[in-house]
């Protein structure tokens, strides 16, 4: 069981806008560290989406969006495409374990 | 731009040691900047940090693994190379390598990984 937890599934319709969240504790996203998001389409290898919290890298859609806010961080997607449909992971650092890089358990996202 | 290939062998009796290198093209791994990690993905299942290194040497484990895991660094050729011993069919699963920034925790961008299965 990972230390971030995600929703193991979301799905959406075309054009809608849906929400992944990533929840920790006050030894890793809630001490300030950043959280990143990773796209981890079928058969490859994950993506970077976001960085920083809140960064999209170049070349990432703007309808992709991130957000912190105390112990938890959320991945947005607003006007859903099927080419969304995808594994969806947070990453953050956790101080109480001797400089361990965490990842969330990931979110399936299914474009219905 | 920076782009990493993981190679090695794609199966490997228990109790050996799983050797997998990284060639780095398009960068130098000599660059001050980044980090050079390794992360697995067992099969169907999520993301798990090994380590990663620095050119210098400083090498960064996950405590989990740290008795068995070993990551080193050949700046003459651009490549890393991860060996994990004494492993089992836990052990299983898709291997990436992938750069980070000295400066941030983020990792990027990522090789296009590598199944190893551990079976005799």
């Known amino acids: 069981q990972s230390v971030l937890t995600q929703p193991p599934s979301v799905s959406g319709t075309p054009g809608q806008r849906v929400t992944i969240s990533c929840t920790g504790s006050?030894?890793?996203?809630?001490?300030?560290?950043?959280v990143h998001w990773y796209q981890q389409l079928p058969g490859t290898a994950p993506k970077l989406l976001i960085y920083?919290?809140?960064i999209r890298p170049s070349g990432v859609p703007d309808r992709f969006s991130g957000s912190k806010s105390g112990t938890s961080a959320s991945l947005a997607i607003a006007g859903l495409q099927a080419e969304d449909e995808a594994d969806y992971y947070c990453q953050s650092y956790d101080s109480s374990l001797s400089g361990f890089v965490l990842f969330g358990g990931g979110t399936k996202l299914t474009v219905l | 731009q920076v782009q990493l290939q993981e190679s090695g062998p794609g199966l490997v009796k228990p109790s050996q040691t799983l050797s997998l290198t990284c060639t780095v093209s398009g960068g130098s791994i000599n660059s001050g900047r980044y980090y050079w990690g390794w992360i697995r993905q067992h099969p169907g299942k999520g993301l798990e940090w090994i380590g990663y290194i620095y050119y210098s040497g400083n090498t960064y484990y996950n405590p989990s693994l740290k008795s068995r895991v070993a990551i080193s660094v050949d700046t003459s050729k651009n490549q890393f190379s991860l060996k994990l011993s004494s492993v089992t069919a836990a052990d299983t699963a898709i291997y990436y390598c992938?750069?980070?920034?000295?400066?941030?925790?983020?990792?990027?961008?990522w090789g296009q990984g590598t199944l190893v299965t551990v079976s005799s």
């Open positions: 920083g919290n809140t």
């Open positions: 992938a750069r980070r920034r000295t400066s941030a925790e983020e990792f990027d961008p």
């Open positions: 006050s030894s890793n996203i809630g001490s300030g560290y950043d």
